[in-house]
């Protein structure tokens, strides 16, 4: 019987299946392009093969396209019967993340990675802070993340899939030059691994190696591919990282470019959260804002997303905030508190919490949006995202402190995050 890269039996007796089934789940772990066309040679090879139709499930899910998703989840379902019994659990654990069962297909991963620890493919779902543990609401995510990647590391040694995801969980954990050294092995096994060069990119901003993360990346992104799922995410690091060093209009240009929405077939949870973050920390650090490009994101996120998921509708909020559409804001607010009040939500009334504060800032009413952040920031990993990301609460939190002329205050806040090195790009920040 066939066997994918990591030694597990394939139900497909097509080698031509076989090879472009394993290329573009490589692909899909590495967030390389050429998917969906691997997946298609696999699928006309073999039209039965039970798992291909579930990786284009996963791959149609990933990019938003839930009826096609819909579709090959039940093509995939209806043909896993005659395959082996860890490819049914495949499956199934990712027919239950496609279909919005997250913590059923937390627990189903748990228990198959007691008997199939190598099934890269079924446990990729449950890492990274967009899995299934980083968007549980919990507010112990990340070393939870941590622990359930951490036994993993004897069953794959240096496979290239597996040092990414691991370095990650050490990096969100504070252990970034670990987390530098096994994202520079990945990348040296696979230049294009997108997730290894994101993963850096998070290493050496931990770190605040900005000169390191300045080279590494003028040398990594002319090479990269456009057709990336992480291709607006990568660019977004960038950008912030040129506008950290001081280069505005290089940033401006790499984002506009490369992030705002008509400009990257990324997913649209990327192009929106990173579009709102983006011009929001653009103007923390003391530029002009920019009207028309917040019209783009905000018709975007209306036009894209009909139910609230806490980490886009806290970033929605920004794009409200800064238009002074305080009616849609005050919507957008109500509606977050209500379903986290009613415990639909996993991140209960968070994200509501945290787009008051971003109101409050916006409207110029600096003591309320420091009380309001103050008392929330231990609270804001739970919606999601990672510590880069949430650094849009940290730098609203130093900017209200300087507009409020606290500069003492905000020199005990950094005084209080000594194990973080990041540079923050927040007008007059410096004087603190």
């Known amino acids: 019987m066939m066997q994918d890269r990591y030694g597990l039996e394939l139900s497909t007796t097509s080698e031509v299946a076989r090879d472009a089934y394993v290329d573009a789940i490589d692909r899909m772990l590495a967030a390389d392009a050429g998917v ?93 802070v967009f899995g299934s543990i980083g968007f549980s609401g919990r507010i112990g995510r990340e070393p939870e993340q941590l622990a359930f990647v951490e036994p993993l590391a004897e069953h794959y040694g240096d496979d290239w899939w597996f040092q990414t995801v691991y370095a990650f969980a050490l990096v969100e954990m504070g252990d970034w030059d670990r987390g530098r050294e096994l994202a520079y092995q990945s990348l040296a096994q696979r230049p294009s691994n997108a997730h290894a060069a994101h993963t850096l990119a998070h290493a050496l901003f931990e770190g605040g190696a900005d000169d390191e993360a300045l080279d590494f990346m003028n040398g990594w992104i002319p090479k990269s591919d456009s057709g990336s799922l992480l291709h607006c995410h990568i660019w977004w690091h960038y950008a912030l990282l040129l506008m950290t060093t001081e280069r505005s209009d290089d940033a401006w240009d790499a984002f506009r470019s490369n992030c705002l929405p008509g400009t990257t077939v990324s997913p649209s949870i990327n192009v929106f959260t990173d579009s709102s973050s983006f011009l929001w920390r653009w103007e923390l650090a003391g530029n002009q804002r920019d009207e028309t490009a917040w019209q783009t994101v905000r018709d975007y996120y209306e036009a894209n997303f009909r139910r609230p998921i806490v980490f886009v509708d806290s970033h929605a909020a920004l794009a409200y905030a800064a238009l002074g559409e305080t009616e849609r804001l005050q919507e957008t ?15 209960e009334t968070t994200a509501a919490s945290l787009s008051r504060a971003y109101a409050a800032f916006a409207a110029e009413r600096w003591s309320e949006s420091i009380q309001v952040l103050e008392s929330l920031l231990p609270q804001v990993v739970r919606i999601g995202g990672s510590r880069a990301q949430r650094d849009l609460a940290t730098n609203t939190l130093l900017a209200a402190y300087v507009k409020a002329d606290r500069l003492e205050d905000a020199r005990r806040f950094l005084a209080g995050v000594q194990d973080r090195q990041p540079s923050r790009p927040v007008a007059g920040l410096a004087a603190a």
């Open 36 to 128: 969906e066309e691997q997946l298609g040679a696999a699928l006309d090879a073999d039209p039965e093969f039970a798992l291909a139709h579930i990786a284009l499930a996963r791959q149609h899910h990933l990019n938003a396209r839930g009826g096609e998703a819909r579709d090959a989840v039940e093509r995939a379902g209806e043909l896993s019967s005659a395959a082996s019994e860890r490819e049914q659990r495949h499956v199934e654990i990712l027919s239950k993340v496609i279909g919005g069962r997250v913590p059923e297909s937390l627990e189903l991963t748990r228990e198959h990675m007691a008997e199939c620890p190598r099934d890269a493919f079924a446990i990729a779902p449950a890492c990274g």
């Open 333 to 347: 607010i109500e509606v977050l508190q209500e379903l986290g009040e009613a415990g639909k939500l996993p991140a």
